[in-house]
């Protein structure tokens, strides 16, 4: 199988070319540094810095994963711009550049984000549910996946998976989060009551290889757990990891004081489910966020 990646050099993007690439798969990663590539995602994997580079080689998929961290600092006007930037319009320089080719991939998996939702409150939130407020995130989650789902036009099956907060060892939030809990520091975010929508990085690969393979997939699917924990909850199970206390809270006054806008990221949350990952037949290897964080923070990691 041919696969042309957006985003490839980025956690998701790395863990699935360490899979693909195990199965004998050709991978091709679109980059802003397409020679940095092979040293990042494998010897074999092909680096390109424009669509177009890629050729007229055979492809069977597309798997867009590209965007600018969206909780790496405040959302200035510049920052907005870069994150529509790094997803919308790089999404429609993707569907140019697929329209234009002759053989056409037959599945386009886009990335999204839970974040489509808005804040969701105490709502458990399924595929079927409607976005519920109208803030950044949310508006740049449903541009990013209305853009790629024009991709159905050109008779290219379109996936797009919402995915909750990655738990992985050697990169995403946990990465910046350990830190302060190694010393003691961390606690719940604000009141401690909105809900994390998580999933470990095994789980996040499996799913989207899952999606890939399923020729019936296609619309929204919830990449997290089936269990989504309470802000408080996870910093008491990141502390029973790390043994540690984790009683230090982050008061919501002070992330608005310092993050602006960005803080309502963090303050809120959604209760998501995976309705319709389940009913298609997937099983979740991690569904317990000890278990998870257990395995993750392994004492090497510690």
């Not at 919308?88 to 002759?102: D, F, M, N, S, V």
């Not at 519920?132 to 789902?149: G, H, K, N, P, R």
């Not at 309502?264 to 298609?280: D, E, H, T, Y």
Request: with cysteine.
């Amino acid at each position: 199988m041919h696969i042309l990646l957006t985003g490839g050099t980025g956690l998701i993007g790395r863990a699935l070319c360490r899979r693909w690439l195990a199965e004998g798969y050709e991978l091709t990663v679109l980059s802003r540094r397409p020679q940095s590539v092979a040293s990042l995602c494998g010897r074999s994997v092909r680096g390109i810095g424009q669509f177009r580079d890629y050729g007229d080689d055979p492809l069977d998929a597309v798997v867009n994963l590209a965007g600018e961290p969206i909780a790496d600092r405040p959302w200035t006007h510049k920052r907005k711009a870069q994150l529509w930037a790094s997803r919308i319009t790089l999404t429609e320089q993707l569907l140019e550049w697929l329209a234009g080719r002759t053989q056409k991939p037959s599945v386009l998996l886009s990335g999204s984000a839970v974040g489509w939702y808005g804040d969701g409150g105490e709502r458990e939130l399924t595929e079927e549910s409607p976005s519920v407020t109208d803030d950044f995130a949310s508006q740049l989650c449903i541009a990013w996946e209305e853009t790629a789902q024009r991709a159905e036009a050109l008779g290219i099956r379109v996936v797009l998976v919402r995915t909750g907060l990655v738990l992985a060892p050697d990169g995403g939030f946990l990465k910046r989060m350990l830190p302060l809990f190694k010393l003691g520091l961390g606690g719940p975010v604000g009141s401690g009551r909105q809900w994390i929508p998580w999933i470990h990085l095994q789980d996040e690969i499996a799913l989207i290889d899952f999606l890939l393979r399923r020729e019936d997939a296609r619309g929204p699917y919830n990449a997290c757990a089936p269990r989504p924990v309470r802000s408080r909850d996870f910093a008491s199970s990141l502390g029973r990891a790390l043994a540690r206390p984790a009683f230090m809270p982050a008061p919501a006054f002070i992330l608005r004081l310092l993050l602006g806008e960005l803080s309502g990221l963090l303050l809120g949350g959604q209760r998501a489910m995976p309705a319709r990952l389940q009913a298609a037949g997937f099983t979740f290897a991690f569904t317990d966020l000890d278990t998870a964080l257990g395995d993750v923070l392994k004492p090497k990691d510690v």
